[in-house]
């Protein structure tokens, strides 16, 4: 795994140095193995992270298949740069907690508008920490959740 870090971060540092971004790469392992890359804020913040974060994702995706390129023990690869995910993560958290609301009051299920998969990812352990069911439907771009009551509360 140790090995697979440090081709990630020299990896995303040669990336960053071809657009003339000579910056340090933190890297860390969280507790679910995910290589996290951080990237402090620079003056192309808004260039590496892109329009709604395409370019963040298409960074991420560079090197993780670098890093299945390169035999490397794969496993998931996440970029953030100056926090830009981590603040929309905590974003989107509060907004499920008002849907958890919503669905806890009315018993009723949510279906959410289809969203990437780190954000399903957010829904998923949010609700599931309010003690809701949730499950994602659908193919593609069109992938979405539906938060439902829990067993108990749909018993009732």
Known sequence: MEESIQFAKKFLEDLLSFFGLNTDVYATTNDDEVIELQVPSTHLNGFLIGQHGDTIRAIQFMVSTALRNNNKEFTR?????????????????EKVEGWVAKVKSSGE?????PMNSADRRIVHKVADEAGLRTESVGEGRDRHVIIKPSEEAASD
């Open 77 to 93: 690869v996440s970029v953030d740069i100056a926090d830009y995910k981590k603040q929309r993560a905590d974003r989107l958290a």
């Open 109 to 113: 299920d949510y279906t959410l508008k």
